[in-house]
């Protein structure tokens, strides 16, 4: 397994991750042509921590709407570069000669980062600054690697998701919210148990600022598959309790392990990826910052 500091076994997220593009590809579409609408002809742009590749592609596509550009994608892990660099490449089928599109493998961290990439107009890390140590110090390494007037925009935080109805008939009511709140324990062991870990005791919007980033902004937007479930929405709410469930174990009930169990157990009557009332929402924030000066 490739070295990043959280210990997640990445690769072993791929086919999850894969779901949640599709998940999310109206959306981050809407947000990858809003960024990219930001930087002038002919941009570079980078993804840091792109996954499965779902907002890379978002962004090539955005660039090649607008007369092309470069889109460097960033990762510590190789199956994930891979994937995100032969998703890009799917999508952008024979416009891909507009785009150039190129892979570095590093850890984002890195004091490294910004000798291995090129003069960069807009940055986007999506939830993988809070994979770091240091996310002040990950949040200044992105802003060195930006040109005169580039942006970084960091997609974090936002609305926990919601997925489940309040009573599924197996446990007792509420499971979701009890699971969302393991969920929230696990995150403060996982950033606690990374080496080298250092508090952000301020909002992003203070991070950035404390970058040296201008014109700090944020926006949110919401991702909405209300219920009856089609079957990927179906399938994404098994991917996020088998997660939730593996991450978060020992901190549930064992009145509510049980109920998990069957609600992952594809022969049980009460099995989420056959209900129609599972449901997706959820709302995340993109927080911008300019860099003014060289
Ligand atoms: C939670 S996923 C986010 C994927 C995608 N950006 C999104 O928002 O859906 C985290 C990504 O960051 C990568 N990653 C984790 N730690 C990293 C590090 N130290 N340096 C570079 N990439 C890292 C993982 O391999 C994965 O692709």
Known sequence: MAHTHDGIDWPARLAAMRRADEVNAQANGAVAERLVGLVGDAPTVVD????????????????????????????????????????????????????????????????????????????????????????????????????????????????????????????????????????????????????????????????????GLAEVTSFSYLVDLPPPATELVQQSVVDWLSWTAAMTAERLSAADQVAVARLLDPIDPAYVGARDDVFILGASTVHLGRKISG
């Open 48 to 211: 840091i921590g792109p996954g499965a590749g779902g907002m890379s592609a978002a962004l090539a596509t955005a660039l090649q709407t607008r007369g092309g550009g470069r889109l460097v994608l960033v990762d510590a892990v190789p199956e994930l570069l891979e994937a995100a660099g032969a998703h890009v490449g799917q999508v952008l089928g024979d416009a891909e000669g507009k785009v150039e599109v190129s892979s570095v493998r590093v850890d984002a961290a890195s004091d490294e980062l910004a000798e291995l990439l090129p003069e960069v107009d807009l940055v986007w890390a999506s939830r993988v600054v809070h994979h770091l140590p240091d996310q002040q110090k990950g949040i200044e390494g992105l802003v060195r690697v930006l040109g005169p007037g580039g942006w970084l925009a960091l997609a974090e935080g936002g609305l926990p998701g919601r997925y489940l109805p309040w009573d599924l008939g197996v446990g007792e009511p509420g499971l979701g919210a009890r699971i969302s709140a393991a969920h929230v324990a696990w995150f403060a062991d996982m950033r606690a148990g990374m080496a080298g870990v250092t508090r952000l005791p301020v909002g992003w919007n203070r991070a950035l600022t404390d970058a």
